[in-house]
């Protein structure tokens, strides 16, 4: 299991970025793909998940209406359309999945324990 994210770089408070995470070794049509972030100091945490079962998704309010998950029309490719970025935005991104379950809202409260190389997004005000 192999993830790569990709997409990240500096920018604007205000501006957007669209983050891209792509799979190899296995497929992207069963479980779930999440989205995640680690600031400095802080602890990793789930910022858009996706069933890909229902494309039921899930987002915290910390990103709420500014986060959009999605999948790409290239196969084993998920995006992350990220809007309105803030400061607190700032982290080093990572996408993961669940290949055994399908749930969106489980997938970013979990730990998962295929992690991808991460993409760094800074933020500036």
């Known amino acids: 299991v192999q993830l790569q994210a990709s997409g990240g770089g500096l920018v604007q408070a205000g501006g957007s970025l669209r983050l891209t995470c792509t799979a190899s070794?296995?497929?992207?049509?069963?479980?779930?793909i999440g989205w995640f972030r680690q600031a400095p100091g802080k602890e990793r945490e789930g910022v858009a998940c996706l069933s890909l079962l229902n494309d039921i998704t899930y987002y915290p309010d910390s990103v709420k209406d500014r986060f959009t998950v999605s999948r790409a029309a290239v196969k084993n490719t998920v995006y992350l359309q990220m809007n309105n970025l803030k400061p607190e935005d700032t982290a080093v991104y990572y996408c993961?999945?669940?290949?055994?379950?399908?749930?969106?809202?489980?997938?970013?409260?979990?730990?998962?324990?295929?992690w991808g190389q991460g993409t760094l997004v800074t933020v500036s005000s």
């Open positions: 070794g296995f497929s992207l049509d069963f479980g779930a």
């Open positions: 993961a999945p669940d290949l055994h379950h399908t749930s969106s809202y489980a997938l970013c409260h979990s730990r998962p324990s295929d």
